[in-house]
């Protein structure tokens, strides 16, 4: 089976930093997404990792370790209009663009 | 950039009834699409994959004979969920892969809320 795990809510300051962990276990990897969602809306790609390391772009970071099977999302300078769910899913093996999404964050952003 | 439609953006049924939701690619040509089904403050799970010119791919536990999918051209693809219940309301999102062959691209659609009585 494919799972994917996030922490299901997480609460952070305006203008601090957040990171929300993803650990995944699927049969094969073909590269991880991170997404974020408004309510009722689609969701919005933020990034994409196939390596392991560090990719970093404006205010948002995305890290992968493929021996570990983790990943994470880093938001920096939070703003109040960041407060969304946070998505991280991956194509796994054997399958072109096939995406399985993880259980999803909620991050509340504080004043 | 690649846009992929949906259409109904909402729709109220009496349970019983069929709804078909139609997702379109644009301005590009998409072989493959993807249905998710996302139950409130839950994630998207995916449903199936939707092949041009071929049956369809169903996820474990989704009902084929429930969730009927037709993708007739490049840019259409169709899910119809038949024989509507309380239980299928839920938010429905199509998603197409961009340039064949780049994985980081998957546009989605602006997604179809559902609501059975």
């Known amino acids: 089976g494919q799972n994917i795990d996030q922490p299901t809510e997480m609460t952070a300051t305006e203008g601090a930093i957040v990171q929300i962990n993803c650990t995944y276990q699927?049969?094969?990897?073909?590269?991880l997404f991170w997404y974020q969602q408004h309510a009722g809306e689609a969701p919005t790609f933020l990034s994409y990792?196939?390596?392991?390391g560090l990719e970093e772009k404006g205010r948002f970071s995305s890290f992968l370790s493929r021996s570990k099977g983790y990943s994470y999302l880093l938001l920096k300078e939070l703003q109040m209009k960041d407060s969304a769910s946070y998505l991280c899913?991956?194509?796994?093996?054997?399958?072109?663009?096939?995406?399985?999404f993880g259980t999803g964050t909620l991050l509340a952003v504080q004043p | 950039g690649a846009v992929v439609s949906q259409h109904p953006s909402r729709v109220i049924c009496k349970s019983g009834t069929s709804v078909k939701i139609e997702c379109r690619s644009l301005?590009?040509?998409?072989?493959?699409m993807f249905w998710y089904r996302q139950f409130p403050k839950q994630s998207l799970m995916l449903m199936a994959t939707?092949?041009?010119?071929?049956?369809?791919?169903?996820e474990q536990g989704v009902e084929k004979d429930k969730f009927l999918i037709n993708h007739a051209s490049l840019t259409l693809s169709t899910l119809t969920v038949t024989s509507a219940h309380p239980e299928d309301s839920s938010f429905y999102i199509c998603?197409?892969?961009?340039?064949?062959?780049?994985?980081?691209?998957?546009?989605f659609g602006p997604g179809t809320r559902l609501t059975v009585l």
């Open positions: 899913a991956v194509i796994p093996g054997g399958a072109t663009n096939k995406l399985i």
């Open positions: 998603s197409a892969p961009g340039l064949a062959g780049v994985a980081d691209t998957q546009y």
């Open positions: 301005d590009f040509q998409a072989t493959t």
């Open positions: 990792n196939v390596l392991d």
């Open positions: 939707s092949n041009e010119g071929s049956k369809a791919t169903y």
């Open positions: 699927t049969s094969g990897f073909n590269g």
